[in-house]
């Protein structure tokens, strides 16, 4: 009995003593410092990526062991012609990290893109990746953005999406509702040009019915000329017998998506998002009058200054060929800048 015991010691039951067949010994499984490693005692800190933090860590190297450059960089995987690199810094890096700054606390939704844009409008020939490398290191972020709707446009090319072709060809409006800092509702009625994504008039009140949708809407055919169409939900603003039949004599066609779809009115949608986004989550009213003058001067800001994706950075509607970048330094559009983009 004791040597069927003894038997099995040197068998399978010695394994919890040493290493399996399939596993290293203690002295294999990496007990001994890796130069691949970020830090050999296992602190955590992630693998050496960047050239920038292989060089410093040659340099600690060298001074905690005293070993040689050249053997510090084969250990490190650093080539030693970038560890030698000096790193050179232009003259203008001072200047443009605080117009970035600037322009980041300002337009507090903005991305390292739009920034590049707006320093494109005021002279600067930069690169966004250059401006990307200082939007990191000054630890500007933008929160995250909201998902992707739907497609704009049914493959059977239906009349309900009807897609613009020139300028006055299709308009669209919508309400945007707010409140003052009384608590007392605000409603804008925001129209738009979907072609020249320019925005005709943002009218503010405390309420709006059919005949005051058919004044704005009387002035803006009388400045820009009658559209052929006009896009809109099923409000009964919209739907109101005054404004169809308004509407008909003048000869606009309306276009009424199907309800509960509004992605069905995207451009309008797109640009109401922007406006809450950019301007009225940032804004306390404290009075109608108020409200009407700070939306005026943002729509205009909106029309002349903010670079649009569809025009490849450049605003819908520029006063000039190129805005004068007085305008951007304009403190009193926006009010003060906002903490939203600094960390």
Avoid at 183 to 204: F, S
Avoid at 256 to 270: D, L
Avoid at 304 to 317: E, F, I, K, Q, S
Wanted: glycine share 12%.
């Amino acid at each position: 009995m004791e040597e069927g015991v003894r038997g099995n010691e040197g068998g399978s039951g010695t394994a919890p003593q040493g290493a399996g067949a399939g596993e290293r010994t203690p002295e294999a499984g990496g007990s001994e410092p890796d130069g691949r490693q970020a830090d050999p005692g296992g602190s955590g800190q992630g693998k050496l990526l960047s050239p920038e933090r292989r060089g410093r860590c040659v340099v600690h190297v060298r001074q905690r062991l005293g070993v040689s450059e050249r053997y510090a960089c084969r250990v490190l995987g650093q080539p030693r012609t970038t560890q030698r690199r000096i790193k050179k810094v232009r003259g203008d890096e001072a200047a443009l990290r605080t117009d970035v700054v600037r322009l980041a606390s300002r337009f507090g939704r903005y991305g390292y893109r739009q920034i590049t844009n707006l320093l494109r409008i005021e002279g600067w020939q930069v690169n966004h990746k250059r401006v990307e490398r200082i939007w990191r290191q000054e630890g500007l972020k933008v929160p995250r953005r909201q998902p992707k709707r739907g497609r704009l446009w049914l493959n059977d090319g239906s009349c309900i999406r009807l897609r613009p072709l020139h300028k006055n060809h299709v308009w669209s409006y919508d309400f945007v509702s707010t409140r003052s800092h009384d608590g007392r509702p605000l409603k804008l009625l925001t129209v738009l040009d979907e072609h020249t994504r320019q925005c005709l008039a943002i009218k503010v009140a405390r309420t709006m019915k059919g005949h005051e949708v058919v004044e704005v809407l009387t002035d803006l055919f009388v400045r820009h000329g009658p559209p052929e169409h006009l896009r809109s939900d099923n409000g009964p603003e919209f739907t109101a017998k005054l404004v169809r039949r308004w509407l008909a004599r003048v000869g606009v066609q309306t276009l009424f998506i199907q309800p509960g779809s509004p992605w069905e009115n995207g451009y309008n949608e797109s640009f109401n998002g922007k406006l809450r986004n950019e301007f009225l989550n940032g804004e306390i009213f404290f009075t109608l009058h108020e409200a009407v003058v700070l939306i005026e001067q943002w729509r205009r800001l909106y029309n002349t200054v903010r670079p649009h994706g569809a025009y490849g950075g450049l605003p819908p509607a520029p006063e000039t060929t190129k805005p004068a970048p007085w305008f951007l330094r304009m403190p009193q559009l926006l009010g003060p800048p906002g903490p939203q983009s600094l960390t």
